[in-house]
């Protein structure tokens, strides 16, 4: 039953079906995991095909039953554990395909007691050298272990003891050693796969002395894959004239030699040439085109030197062809000898990549005839002349790129024409005139750099349509006017250069909007005014430049809040007043320059100053302080005693008498009070009831629906939360506390207290109230995406990747740092968990229900309460002494941090005696932090795996930090925010840079 929507858990019904041969449901959705019954009843059962579902759980031991199973296929699922040595019994076993799960340990040695065909279990977690006994299996074809941690190396007999195998793939794991210099003997292998291993030069001394020998040429090999080894020595040009191969690949190691120069030497079937990235020299030779089936070719990063053969595209088969990185030089620019115009003739190209060459040639219009071009590199190679304006006709293209060339002229307002384009690079050249609006239409643009040339004008003012560009360099041009408006709409943006021009006008507050940006760069232009505040709402600022502008003013304090900024220039501005104390809070700061200005008063001492020096602060004439800024020491007069003693009658005395005076008012209002506090209920709540619209029971009934099943979203232990319509179309969410149960009156009394003042982004607003004697409720926002707990446990096909749940984790922080230290009066939440954290329509996270919280008055640093939280998440000194503290919330964050990225409840029924969720995720940090991670958001094989691995895992040590057993132990929350908003910039960057690179290597 391939290939349908088949969903829920396998019926175990299924398997007690006594006549059942095979059992095939790939392609589907089933999940849960695979009954433990599986082969109690078939005893006849012998295929079992449950590929490409969500099949989880360990593979179940009791497969060994079935004793006449020929074919076990579970691959492309999500099973865990280790791999049963049960199966070694299935002594009818002939293929067993467990490839693309979450498998960890050893290969089991039983495995060598079956009479395999096929074993492929390749992108698993399996570590450790590779039994011998699997070397023993004669009757294999087929072997695949690739993207696996196993490490060892091949037996020198491995041919003979595997006569009939076919494929050999073995690439992405640690193997080392040589190839065996019995590869000749494997007289059925086709096709071997050993790249990105450890392999060194002695696989050519055992194979490749001089020439190829003849057992390997006539093995018929169709895939010969060897790329990201540290393979040396010659290649082999004989290796070319196996007639039989389509694939070639020795990439990315370092290898001499040239290319064969006969027709002869080129095999007729080879489809792919990945050479790439090696020590090789020579012409690319005409007789290349006898390869008439070729359709990629990689000859980057070598020495190439000579022309690109004008023979190249004879075949119309060549879609992607990579000489960046060489020699290469043009017959002549201006006639039919232009290498551009030999290139032109491959009518299927994909890929061109021709960067770092010296061609010294013209764009010819033909480029227009691409029409299935996808990527176009040409950086640094000498291009001359203008850019065709019928590069519009390149409609699938997704990649430009002509940076630091010699192109003049006008950007074509025909560049619009290509909608697919993502990446524009026309930095570095001699281009003119102004940007055209049409570029406003590339609507899937995420990089444009125009930065270095000579357009003028304004910056157009539909910019703000490029809603997915990530990456705006425009620096170094003369570029003039306002910055346009709609700049600041561009949300998503994260580097921003626009220095070197003459841009005028104001920084406005919409700045701000850039809230995830990393980079802005408005140096060395014509700005004025006051910087605004605004400016430090840009968390995840790191650099920040502002040098050489007209700006005048005080440096706001709120600058003090960019955590993340790591370099501040300021220098050569008008800026006066003093420097903000708030600049000691910058603990990544390392570089900080304001000189050049008119700043006064006192160099802070503490913090990110410790390391700067005078060169910081050059040209300030009133600025004072320590001896090593190279300023004045700053004046710190002193008063005589009797100065001091009129300074004690004159102030002091009236104050102290008001003080006393103040305080016999309150105890006489306070006692009046008291007497009334039974007439007057709930007084305490009057400020939010009158502060905030109120509503009347009937209102709420009839927003309800009379509080249907239907509208309710939710239960707690002293309120259900209804959705409701007001009469003015405002949906809210209602809180109606059930005042039948004990403690629900005080959990609403607390409620109140808690939200009458706070106010911040990241926690539930309330809206209004409905106090009666009988009936007691609150309106909240409307949260449309539900809970983190909906998100991460109850719906299956929910699936938050790693950027949302670092942002829903900043937010929560963002939250609990408000509460903490923002507030008056500091607020421990007491029930920091999943089911209270909810998220809005742009699934911001806000923290709610504050029914048990406790507010620290008087200068307390802890209380006691006799309230139960939530079992799991409750600090340890709450649960027995019933202490509450801001570190106890800090404690319930760390697990909520555990919780949302191993996608574990702390009440896990794995964790038992001293195993918790806590000590599972620290143990694996020492060894595979991806065995704990939530395989759903993270898997081997992933792209960009080793960033994400390294950003999850810092984030599990910040959370292990969080909750340690002592409230001293643990992280302040105000560092967990700063940490965590530093992780989340260091993966955005290394995230990015690493696509670059990859659109570079390709």
Sequence with gaps: ??????????????????????????????????????????????????????????????LSGCSELQTLSLSFNNFRGRIPMEIGNLTMLKKLYLGRNNLEGEIPQQLGQLKLEVLRMQNDGLTGLVPPVIFNISSLKYLSLANNTLSGSLPMDMCHRLPLLERLYLFGNKFTGSLPSSIGNCTSLKDFSLSRNNFTASVWQHCFVGSIPQEIVKLGLEGLDMFDNSLTGVLPSDIFNISTLKLLSFAMNHLTGHLPPSISGWSPNIREIYLGQNELSGTIPDSISNASKLYALDLASNSFTGFIPDTLCSSESLQMIN???????SKSSMSQHNSFNSLMKCKNLIMLIVSYNLLSDIVPVTIGNLSYLEIFWGDNCGIMGNIPGAIGNLSNLMTLSLQDNYLSGTIPATVGQSQKLQYLNLAGNKLQGSIPNTLCGLKNLGYLFLSGNQLYGSLPTCIGNLTFLRKLLVQSNGLTSVIPLSLWDIKDLLVLKLSSNSLSGELPPEIEKLNVAVVIDLSRNQLSGELSSSIGNLPNLAEFSLAQNRLQGPIPQSLGSLTSLEFLDLSRNNLSGTIPGSFEKLSYLKYLNLSFNKLEGEIPEHGPFTNLTALSFMSNKALCGLPQFQVPPCPHTRKRPTERKMLVLRCVLPIAASVILITLVLVFVLTRCQKRKAR??????????TTRRRFSYRELFQATSGFTEDKLLGKGSFSSVYKGTLSDGLTVAIKVFDLQIEGSLRSFDVECDVMRNTRHRNLIKVIGSCSNPDFKALMVDYMPNGTLETWLHNVPDYCLDILQRMNIMIDVAS??????????TPVVHCDVKPSNVLLDKDMVAHLGDYGIAKLLRNQESTAQTSTLATIGYIAPEYGSEGIVSTRGDVYSYGILLLETFSRKKPVDEMFVAEMSLRQWVKESLHCAVIDVIDANMLRRGDEHFTVKEHCVKSIMELAVSCCAESPEQRVNVKDVLTTLTKIRVEFLKNAQAKTTQEVVRI
């Design 1 to 62: 039953m391939e290939y349908n929507q088949f969903t829920g858990s396998i019926p175990a019904s299924i398997f007690n079906i006594s006549t059942l041969e095979i059992v095939g449901f790939s392609y589907n959705g089933l999940s849960g995991n695979l009954p433990a019954t599986v082969c109690h009843r078939p005893s006849k059962l012998q295929a079992l095909a449950l590929p490409w579902n969500n099949i989880d759980g360990e593979i179940p031991s009791g």
């Design 323 to 329: 000489f960046g990185w060489n020699y290469l030089t």
């Design 680 to 689: 007057i209920p709930n007084q305490d709540n009057m400020f939010l009831v």
């Design 815 to 824: 939250a609990l740092e408000y509460l903490h230290h923002g507030h008056l």
